[in-house]
Structure formats: structure tokens, C-alpha cells
């Protein structure tokens, strides 16, 4: 996948235009299914957007992801991060 349309959505994502950012890093995502930059990314704005129900969804996307790969040692960190989300 071009890594550009991924990139791209972090200076949107500064200057005050957050849903073009989430549909920048959708259709990265979406383009690329293999690549996981778009996921985090959109957690992140969510979260800082008071979206938590939203980032927790990513963060669940995440943790799948993750699994559905093989990648155990690289979910722990996400479980976290949703673990906390959640407030558990």
C-alpha cells in the first residue's frame, strides 16, 4: 500500500479537520487490510476527541488484528489500552 494516504491524515488530523483525518486513515485501511498504522491512528483521535466508545472499537479492531495474525506478544499493550478505556 502507498503509506501517503495513512500519513497524510496526521497533519489534517492538527489542523482542526478530525473527520477528514478518520476518513483518510478509513480509506487506508480499507485499501490495505494488512496494514494496521490506520487502526491506532484512529484510536488515538478518538480518544482525544472524547470519542471513547468510538476508540474503543479501534482498540478492539487492534487487539484482533493483532490475534487473528499471531502477533501475541504485540497485543499487550492494546489490552491495555482498552482494558482502560473500559475503566476496568
Same mark, same amino acid.
Given at each position: 500500500?502507498?503509506?501517503?494516504?495513512?500519513?497524510?491524515?496526521?497533519p489534517?488530523?492538527r489542523?482542526?479537520?478530525?473527520e477528514?483525518?478518520?476518513?483518510t486513515?478509513?480509506r487506508?485501511l480499507?485499501?490495505?487490510?494488512?496494514s494496521?498504522?490506520?487502526?491506532?491512528?484512529? %484510536?488515538?483521535?478518538?480518544?482525544?476527541?472524547? $470519542?471513547?466508545? #468510538?476508540?474503543?472499537? @479501534? *482498540?478492539? %479492531?487492534?487487539?484482533?488484528?493483532?490475534?487473528? $495474525?499471531?502477533? #501475541?506478544?504485540?497485543v @499487550? *499493550?492494546p489490552e491495555?489500552?482498552?482494558?482502560?478505556?473500559?475503566?476496568e
Open positions: 500500500m502507498d503509506e501517503t494516504v495513512e500519513v497524510t491524515g496526521r489534517v488530523s489542523t482542526g479537520r478530525e477528514k483525518a478518520l476518513a486513515w478509513q487506508a480499507d485499501a490495505n487490510p494488512d494496521i498504522g490506520g487502526h491506532y491512528m484512529r %484510536a488515538f483521535l478518538f480518544e482525544r476527541m472524547g $470519542r471513547r466508545d #468510538d476508540a474503543i472499537s @479501534e *482498540w478492539e %479492531a487492534i487487539v484482533a488484528w493483532c490475534s487473528l $495474525r499471531g502477533y #501475541d506478544d504485540d @499487550e *499493550w491495555r489500552e482498552l482494558a482502560r478505556l473500559r475503566g
